[in-house]
């Protein structure tokens, strides 16, 4: 269902989101500004999103009668994860507009079906890629691409995990193993001046908006600090972004993370139909943060400015960082977000913090 012919969506509607973790919460905190209600649905009572949220429906994913009721109460349908299962999606969308639409999630939750997508139908450079399904098939592609090459499983990878650099050939066989026989990619190694990332909407009207560069600094595979707007912004990854968005007919905010290399190009490495983790620095920015760019975007209202009016930081209090809350509150030009998660765990996400650096 298209809602681009349709009138916005008024203050009082209410916003289904699958997924009730911190991106959830933070969607929920950015409608509630707007005047809108939000409806969570998760596997898990009393998540991050729910301490904020009018309703909380708890059930499995694949509960169709459940998800059926839940999207049936609401006026519109989002979600703040990826991994959506398809059934999910499309129960949902039966019963109310669902944004960003189904086949956003089916792009997006497929390394190989990402990567072809982005480079044959939105004409966006990726890295070389192969797809992967036996030791055998590893082999001719690693002669195809050469070494060092990363080989990633297609579905449910993030934070580097269900990767492995393969370096020599001596790696082949032990690599494979690591795939735990799932169909994988194989990817040329790419050798990048730096990470960087676009975080961008359209809505259902077609009217589209992007922030500046971000430039992200990973640690252990995790985001750690994101910076923007970054140095030497020419303006090309926002243009790519909304080339893949028009692809996908998309409606909501997108993440496209890049990697550039030392002449400038730029290769797609993912893209995430949904807020992200390196636009979190929009929430202080003095402009319409991501969070609210989303909600407006999928409610039909007008995108707003998207101008930050400081230069940012973002860093991310991995699991025990969040335990320094009241050195961070001391500093100035310093703003807190903590998710509320009540079990602090090693690689946890527990909150980020968004400094003005300029
Ligand atoms: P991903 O899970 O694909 O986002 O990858 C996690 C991180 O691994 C990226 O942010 C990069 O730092 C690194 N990485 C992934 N793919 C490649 C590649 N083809 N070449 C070099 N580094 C990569």
Redesign the pocket.
Known sequence: MTKTDQAPLSPGSIIGILGGGQLGRMLSLAAARLGFECHIFDPVWGGPASHVSRFETNASYDNVDAVLSFAKSCDVVTYEFENVPALTAKTAASANPLFPNAQALNVAQDRFTEKSFIRDTAKVPV?LFEPVNSVHELKRAVKKLGLPA?L?TRRF????KG?VIIKSEGDIAEAWKAMKDTPAIL????T?KR?VSVIAARSSTGETAAYPLIENV?KN?ILHTSVAPAAEDTGRAQGLAVQIMSALDYVGVMAC?F?ELHDGALLV??IAPRVHNSGHWTQDAGCIDQFELHIRAITGWPLGDTTPAHKMEMTNLIGQDVENWSELASEPKTFIHLYGKREVKPARKMGHVNRIID
């Open positions: 890295a990363v990633k990878g993030y934070d580097g990767q990817e040329q190694f790419v990048f990470e990973h595979h993370e990697f490495n993912e």
